[in-house]
C-alpha cells in the first residue's frame, strides 16, 4: 500500500522504521510546521520532519488540514501517530481507506490527548496500544488491533512511552494485514474514559496528599510537563522518587537521612532520587541536598 503518515513526536519512529524496510511504501510524512524552540527560540522541525529528511520522503507541515487536500487523495490510507491535531470527517475520507490511528491505550479507555500519562496518573498496572480508524469522534473509531502491556511500577512516563512506542509495528503490521484481508474492525466495546491534555499548573505537586498519590503524579509527569514544586520560591522539578516507610514531619518537609533524601507527605513519605533545580541540568538528589546545605525544617512549596 501508499502509505502517509502523520505524525510528531519520537515515538512514532519505531514504526516508521519498520514502515520503511516493510513492502508498503511511505510516499507522505505529514507533520506540524516548525516551531521555536530552545534559548535561541530558533524555528525547528519535529523529530518525525527530521527523520522524513534523513531519508528524502516527501513532507507536509500544514497550518490547517484543508491544506492536506489534494496531496492525500491518491494514498491508501494515512496512519496518524501523535500526529496532535483533530482532523475534520471532510479530510479523513479523502484517503481510499481513509484514517488509522495508532493510539497508546486499550479503548475505549483513556481517549485523548494524555492516555499514557492518565494510565500512570491513575496508578493503572496494565495498559496497552491501539490500531483503529479515525471518524468524527474523539478515539471512537472501529479497532482493527490491541496488545496489552503490564506497566512496570518503577516506569515513568518516557519509560512507558518508550515500551508502547516498540509495540507499534507488530499492532500496525496486524491491521494492514487485516485490511490485505478485507478483514473489517470492530466496534469499541466497554467502559470509555477521557484522557485529556495536562496542562503545568496540573503538574504541581501537593505535598498534602499521600505517597502514593504523589508518587504517581511523578511518575506520570516525568519529563513533560514536568512534577514540580518550589524551592526558595523558584521551581523545582521532581523527576524520580520512590515510596518509603520513613516517619517524617509536615508535609512537604525536606529531611536528609544516611545520605538519602526524604520528603514527607500527607501520608507517608518519598525518597526523592532525581531533581532539577531551577536552571540547572537534572542531578542526583543527594548532590543537590549537600549543595543546598540544609538546616532541618525546610519545606517544599
Not at 11 to 34: F, G, K, N, R, Y
Not at 51 to 69: S, Y
Not at 261 to 274: D, H, K, M, N, Q
Request: proline share 7%.
Amino acid at each position: 500500500m501508499r502509505i502517509g503518515v502523520a505524525a510528531t513526536p519520537d515515538v512514532a519512529t519505531p514504526t516508521l522504521d519498520w514502515l520503511l524496510h516493510s513492502e508498503h511504501e511511505v510516499a507522505l510524512i505529514i507533520t506540524q510546521p516548525d516551531r521555536p524552540a530552545g534559548r535561541g527560540r530558533m524555528l525547528q522541525q519535529s523529530i518525525v520532519g527530521d527523520w522524513a529528511q534523513k531519508h528524502q520522503i516527501p513532507t507536509l507541515k500544514p497550518a490547517n488540514p484543508q491544506e492536506l487536500i489534494g496531496h492525500i487523495e491518491q494514498l491508501d490510507l494515512v496512519l496518524t501517530i501523535g500526529y496532535g491535531v483533530l482532523l475534520p470527517e471532510s479530510i479523513l475520507s479523502l484517503p481510499k481507506i481513509g484514517f488509522l490511528n495508532l493510539h497508546f491505550s486499550l479503548l475505549p479507555a483513556y481517549r485523548g490527548a494524555a492516555p499514557a500519562q492518565r494510565a500512570l496518573h491513575n496508578g493503572e498496572t496494565v495498559t496497552g496500544v491501539t490500531v483503529f480508524k479515525l471518524d468524527k469522534g474523539m478515539d471512537t473509531g472501529p479497532i482493527y488491533t490491541q496488545e496489552t502491556l503490564p506497566i512496570d511500577p518503577t516506569w515513568r512516563s518516557i519509560e512507558l512511552f518508550q515500551q508502547l512506542a516498540h509495540l507499534g509495528p507488530k499492532v500496525v503490521e496486524r491491521a494492514f494485514e487485516m485490511i490485505a484481508n478485507q478483514e473489517l474492525p470492530r466496534e469499541q466495546v466497554g467502559v470509555a474514559s477521557i484522557a485529556p491534555k495536562i496542562n503545568k499548573a496540573e503538574a504541581q505537586i501537593d505535598f498534602g496528599q499521600d505517597s502514593t498519590t504523589i508518587s504517581n503524579s511523578i511518575r506520570a509527569f516525568t519529563y513533560e510537563p514536568g512534577a514540580w514544586t518550589l524551592w526558595k520560591g523558584k521551581n523545582f522539578k521532581i523527576c524520580s522518587s520512590v515510596i518509603s516507610s520513613e516517619n517524617l514531619g509536615s508535609p512537604g518537609e525536606v529531611v536528609v537521612v544516611d545520605k538519602k533524601v526524604f520528603v514527607a507527605t500527607g501520608s507517608g513519605s518519598l525518597e526523592i532520587l532525581r531533581v532539577i533545580p531551577a536552571g540547572k541540568k537534572e542531578m542526583d538528589a543527594i548532590d543537590w541536598a549537600r549543595g543546598a546545605r540544609l538546616m532541618g525544617g525546610e519545606v517544599f512549596g
